[in-house]
Structures are given as structure tokens and as C-alpha cells.
């Protein structure tokens, strides 16, 4: 069933918003999706703060003209989804790419938008494998913390010698 004018102009309007709002954009390519399978990407995706959205790879063109981000968008093969989030820059990408794992191949990255700048999906592959902020932290903390203790525990052992 056609898809009539004025409903192709909001999927662009929405489509356009998504981009100018997004922090990250995220290109999806699916095939042999289950409905019980894409509603679980939509439910996992939504508990990690990512919007996903189903359109004509057509329209999703069109709203990426309006916003004209740097470079050449990635090649966009079979039926495509926009994954995105105003948060964690890096979430959209983790979560596809998890999900492609967990579902064997069903869903995966085909490019994106990191920094105002298209991607393709090596790179989009490379950013899904930063690890979350909150980890990111505490690898930072234990790298801060490792010299204090090394000294903690020399002290000790000096001490321990000289009783």
C-alpha cells in the first residue's frame, strides 16, 4: 500500500527533528526479523534511552539532506531503521550492535552519525565497543587509585620490616 504525500512529509518532519535533536544517529539494516524479535530490539533499545524508528530508506535520505552533515553517507542496503538518543553519545550503537549479536546476525550496523560527521559501519562497529560511561569511570578510578595502594603496600611491608 502506497504511502500517501502527507504522510511521507511527516515521517521526513519526524525524521528531521530525530537528526537535529540526536547526539548520535545510527543507521540499522534488518532482515528476517521476527515480530517477537523486533519487539524486543524496540523494548531494549527504549530502556537504554535510544528512539528507534522503521522508514523508506527514500525519506531518510531526504531528512539527512536537510541537515547536511559532513561527508558521504554510508550505502544503505535492504530495509533500513534510524536508531538515536539526545544522551550517551555511544548508546545507539552499543545497543544495535548487542542486539545483533544476541540475535545472530537479524539486525546490524550499516553506518551512522557520530559528531555531526557520517560514519560507515566499521567505524559505527568501533564506537559500539567504548564501554558505558558509568565503566569508563571506574576504569579511570582504579588506573588513579593503582599507584596509591602499590605505595600503601610498600609502606607496609617497610614497616613490617622494621618492627
Known amino acids: ?13 519526524k525524521l528531521t527533528d530525530a537528526f537535529k535533536e540526536a547526539s548520535s544517529v545510527v543507521f540499522v539494516s534488518f532482515s ?50 534510524v536508531a538515536w538518543t539526545t544522551d550517551d553519545i555511544t548508546a545507539p550503537a552499543r545497543g544495535v550492535y548487542d542486539l545483533g549479536k544476541k540475535l545472530k546476525g537479524a539486525i ?6 557520530f559528531e555531526g560527521v557520517f560514519a560507515d559501519a566499521q567505524k559505527m562497529i568501533g564506537i559500539a565497543t567504548i564501554p558505558p560511561m558509568p565503566v569508563l569511570r571506574s576504569m579511570f578510578a582504579n588506573i588513579i587509585n593503582s599507584p596509591i595502594q602499590r605505595f600503601a603496600i610498600a609502606l607496609s611491608e617497610v614497616a613490617k620490616t622494621k618492627n
Open 32 to 81: 528476517k526479523l521476527t515480530v517477537k524479535d523486533a519487539s524486543r530490539v524496540r523494548k531494549e533499545l527504549a530502556e537504554a534511552g535510544v528512539r528507534y524508528f522503521v522508514a523508506k530508506k527514500t525519506l531518510i535520505r531526504l531528512a539527512l539532506k536537510q541537515k547536511s552533515y559532513e561527508g558521504e553517507a554510508p550505502e544503505l542496503p535492504g530495509e533500513v531503521a
Open 1 to 13: 500500500m502506497a504511502i500517501t504525500k502527507d504522510k511521507k512529509r511527516a515521517i521526513v518532519a
Open 108 to 113: 546490524a550496523l550499516v553506518g551512522g552519525v
